[in-house]
C-alpha cells in the first residue's frame, strides 16, 4: 500500500505517472524501477478484480438495482448488511489508494486529481452510511462500489499503458548480458556485470553479447551493430577496433579489454538520455496541469453551488447525489493523462528509430523551425575524401603510380587515392626512396621512373602547365592532385568528399514539409556551391571559421526564423546551442552530443526529417488530447449538476463515472495511436538504437 500512496502522488499530473526510464545507477536502476512499476501495475489489477468481486453482491442486493431491473434479491438473516458491509470493505480496501494520494496532493499543498476522488467517494461513503442509518432516504452502496471499481479500472489501464509505452528502455537494459567471461591468468572467470573494470581482458564467445564498451585486444568477428547504427549488416572487428556493450559477436571470438562500465557505457548513458526526456520539463505539460489545478477549484466551486442549489429546492438527497457525480465528473483524468502519455510514447518511438530525444523543449520546438542548417563536413558528406576522377591518357597507370607512391602514407588524401586503385582492381606497385614534399606532396621511384604526386604548387614550382580538366574540377569544389613522372604532368587526380547518397533525399523531404535548408561550412566558397548546387540547398554560409558558427546561425534567426542546427564535430557544439533545436549526429564527438537537444543515431540526414515529423505528430496528439479532456469535463459538469433536470435527465453517479472513465480510455487510445507513425525512409521501424561513441 505504501508503493500506491508513493506512486499516487509521485508526478503531481494525471493518476501519478511514474516518472520513466532509469535511474543513475544504470541497469540495476532500471531495473528497480521497472520492478516498482510493475508491482504497482499488479497491485492495481488485483485491488480491481478483488473490489469488482465484491461490488456484484453489493449491487445484486441493492434496491435502486432491484427497482429498476424488477427482481427479488434473496432474502435472509443479515441480507440486508450486505450492501453496508461489503461496501465498506471496498471503501476501505480500494478507495484506500486515493485516500493516501490526496493525502501526499494535500500535504504538498497541490490538490489535484487524487484529491477530487477521495472527496467524491468521501461524500458517497458517508451519504451512503447517513442512508442506511435512516438519516436519509437514499441508497448509494452500489454508486460507491462501482464508482472505486471503475476508478481502479481506469488507473490499472493508464498504468499498464505507461508501463507499454516505456518498454523502449525495457528493451535497451535487456541488451546486457548478465554475466561476463573476465581473463584471469590464462583462463576465465564468470562474474556479474558490476564486478567488471576498466582495464579488465573478457572475453566474447561467438554469438555472445559483449559486456562492456572496449577495444578489440585479441581475435577478429562480425559485430551485430543494428542495436547501435539501425543497419543489418555486422560489422568486421578487428585488434584495435572499438566495441559497445550490448552489440553481438558472431563467426569468431573476440578478447576485448574494457573502457568503460556501467555508467560509463554508451548503453547506460542512452538510457539516461532518454529517460531524462521522458521527465524533462515541457511546455504543454505544463499547460494541462495548470488546467488540472484549475479544474480543482472549478469543481469544488460547482460541487458547492450544486449541491446549495438542489438544497434549497428541496431535494436533500439529490443534493448530495448530484454534488458526488459533480466532483466524480471533474476529476481531470483524462487531462492528466493527456500529456504524460503522449511523451512517453513519442520519446520510446524516437529511440526505437535512432531519434534520441534528451529534452523534450528541443522535441516541441522541432515543428516550429523554418530554416535546417546542415554543417557540410561529416553531416551532408561522409567526412572522408574518395577518388572522384581521373584525367589522362592511360588512365589506369596513372592511378597505379600515384597509389604506388601513397601507399605507405597515411595522409587522408593518400588514403582516398590507394583505396579508389583498389575498387578499381589496380595493384600498387613496390616503390622506394619516397620523400615527403612539405607543402608540396610525395615523391617516390616507381618501377625506375621518378614519380611525384601533388597540388597545383607542385606544378607552378615545377613550370608544368596543368591539364585542361582541372579548371573544371576547381569549379567543382574538388581537390586535384597532379602526377608527374619524369619530369612530366602525366595525369591528374581529383578527390572529393563524397556526399551521403540520403542527403540529396532529405533535403528534398524537408523542402516538401515548406522548410528553407541551409549549409555552414569552413570550405572554400567554390566547394560549397559545388555541394549546394547538387544537393539543391537554398543557402550557404561558407569559409566559417568555427568559432564564427554561432553567429552565422544567430544570422540565420533574424527575422524571428526558428533554426534547427544539425552537425556532428566538436566546432559545431556553440552554433548547435545557440540554434532554436540542435540536433547531434550521433558518430560525432561527446561534445556535440551534449549540446545536441535530439541527436540522431544512424548518422542519417534523412532522421531530421523524421525528427521534425514527431515533433508534428507528437503535437497534434497532445492538443488532440487537451481539446478532449477539457470539452468533455465542460460539457459533463453542467449535465452532472443537474441542469437537464427539468427535461428528465438526470446524471446517475454511477453512469457519471463510465462517463469518466471513457474519458480517460479515449485520450490513451488516441495517444497509442501515434505509433503508427513511421518515421524511418520507406516507412520501416528499426531496432533500438545507441550511438557510436566517439
Not at 500500500?1 to 494525471?14: F, V, W
Request: glycine content about 10%; charged content about 20%.
Amino acid at each position: 500500500m505504501e508503493d500506491a500512496e508513493h506512486h499516487g502522488h509521485e508526478s503531481g499530473t494525471g493518476w501519478g505517472t511514474p516518472a520513466a526510464g532509469p535511474s543513475a545507477a544504470g541497469r540495476d536502476g532500471h531495473a528497480g524501477h521497472d520492478r516498482h512499476a510493475g508491482h504497482s501495475v499488479a497491485m492495481f489489477r488485483d485491488k480491481f478484480w478483488l473490489s469488482l468481486a465484491l461490488t456484484i453482491p453489493v449491487i445484486v442486493w441493492s434496491r435502486d438495482p432491484q427497482g429498476w431491473l424488477r427482481y427479488t434479491a434473496p432474502s435472509f438473516p443479515g441480507s440486508d448488511l450486505i450492501p453496508p458491509v461489503l461496501g465498506t470493505i471496498v471503501f476501505l480496501y480500494g478507495g484506500l489508494v486515493f485516500l493516501r494520494g490526496a493525502r501526499g496532493e494535500l500535504a504538498e499543498g497541490r490538490p489535484a486529481m487524487m484529491t477530487l476522488i477521495s472527496l467524491a467517494i468521501v461524500v458517497a461513503f458517508v451519504t451512503s452510511w447517513a442512508g442506511t442509518l435512516q438519516l436519509f432516504d437514499i441508497e448509494i452502496w452500489w454508486e460507491l462500489s462501482s464508482l472505486i471499481v471503475i476508478m481502479l479500472l481506469g488507473h490499472w489501464l493508464e498504468m499498464r499503458s505507461i508501463a507499454q509505452a516505456r518498454g523502449a528502455l525495457a528493451a535497451l537494459a535487456e541488451l546486457l548480458p548478465d554475466t561476463a567471461e573476465r581473463v584471469r591468468d590464462g583462463g576465465t572467470e564468470t562474474v556479474p556485470l558490476d564486478a567488471l573494470a576498466v582495464d579488465d581482458l573478457v572475453l566474447v564467445r561467438p554469438g555472445g553479447r559483449i559486456p562492456a564498451d572496449g577495444v578489440v585486444a585479441e581475435g577478429s568477428a562480425d559485430v551485430d551493430e543494428s542495436m547501435i547504427t539501425g543497419e543489418s549488416q555486422a560489422v568486421p572487428k578487428e585488434p584495435g577496433a572499438r566495441v559497445v556493450a550490448g552489440t553481438v559477436a558472431a563467426g569468431g571470438s573476440l578478447r576485448v579489454r574494457v573502457s568503460a562500465v556501467g555508467d560509463g557505457t554508451a548503453l547506460s548513458g542512452i538510457m539516461r538520455m532518454v529517460a531524462a526526456a521522458q521527465a524533462s520539463a515541457s511546455r504543454t505539460q505544463a499547460l494541462a496541469d495548470r488546467a488540472a489545478a484549475i479544474l480543482f477549484y472549478v469543481a469544488v466551486a460547482a460541487g458547492a453551488i450544486t449541491f446549495t442549489f438542489w438544497w434549497i429546492e428541496g431535494d436533500r438527497a439529490g443534493a448530495l447525489v448530484r454534488m458526488a457525480t459533480v466532483l466524480v465528473i471533474a476529476c481531470p483524468h483524462a487531462l492528466g493523462l493527456a500529456i504524460p502519455l503522449v511523451i512517453a510514447i513519442s520519446t520510446s518511438l524516437g529511440a526505437r528509430n535512432g531519434l534520441l530525444v534528451k529534452n523534450r523543449i528541443a522535441l516541441e520546438r522541432a515543428r516550429e523551425v523554418d530554416v535546417v542548417i546542415f554543417d557540410k563536413t561529416g553531416t551532408l558528406t561522409k567526412g572522408q575524401p574518395i577518388l572522384a576522377a581521373v584525367a589522362g591518357s592511360d588512365e589506369a597507370e596513372i592511378l597505379r603510380l600515384a597509389a604506388s607512391v601513397e601507399a605507405d602514407s597515411e595522409h587522408p588524401l593518400a588514403r582516398a587515392i590507394v583505396a579508389g586503385a583498389g575498387s578499381r582492381g589496380i595493384e600498387a606497385l613496390p616503390a622506394t626512396e619516397f620523400e615527403a614534399l612539405p607543402g608540396l606532396g610525395a615523391r617516390a621511384t616507381v618501377d625506375g621512373r621518378q614519380v611525384v604526386v601533388g597540388g597545383p604548387r607542385l606544378l607552378a614550382e615545377a613550370g608544368l602547365q596543368p591539364m585542361p580538366e582541372v579548371e573544371t574540377w576547381a569549379r567543382a569544389g574538388r581537390t586535384v592532385l597532379h602526377v608527374v613522372s619524369d619530369g612530366r604532368v602525366a595525369g591528374a587526380l581529383a578527390v572529393e568528399d563524397e556526399i551521403r547518397p540520403e542527403s540529396a533525399e532529405a533535403i528534398e523531404r524537408l523542402h516538401a514539409m515548406g522548410l528553407k535548408v541551409a549549409m555552414i561550412t569552413g570550405d572554400a566558397q567554390a566547394v560549397a556551391d559545388s555541394v549546394a548546387r547538387r544537393l539543391g540547398i537554398d543557402a550557404v554560409a561558407a569559409q566559417v571559421l568555427p568559432a564564427d558558427k554561432a553567429d552565422a546561425v544567430k544570422r540565420f534567426q533574424a527575422g524571428g526564423r526558428k533554426v534547427a542546427m544539425v552537425g556532428d564535430g566538436v566546432n559545431d557544439a556553440p552554433a548547435l546551442a545557440t540554434a532554436d533545436v540542435g540536433i547531434a549526429i550521433g558518430a560525432g564527438t561527446d561534445v556535440a552530443v551534449e549540446s545536441a537537444g535530439i541527436i540522431l543515431v544512424r548518422s542519417d540526414p534523412r532522421d531530421v526529417v523524421g525528427a521534425i515529423e514527431l515533433s508534428r505528430a507528437t503535437y497534434r496528439k497532445m492538443i488532440q488530447n487537451l481539446a478532449w479532456a477539457t470539452g468533455y469535463n465542460l460539457v459533463a459538469i453542467p449535465i452532472a449538476a443537474g441542469i437537464l433536470v427539468p427535461w428528465g435527465i438526470d446524471l446517475p453517479m454511477a453512469v457519471g463515472a463510465v462517463a469518466m472513465s471513457a474519458s480517460t480510455i479515449i485520450v490513451a487510445a488516441n495517444a497509442q495511436l501515434l505509433r503508427r507513425l513511421r518515421l524511418r525512409p520507406g516507412g520501416d521501424s528499426e531496432p533500438l538504437a545507441v550511438p557510436r561513441p566517439a
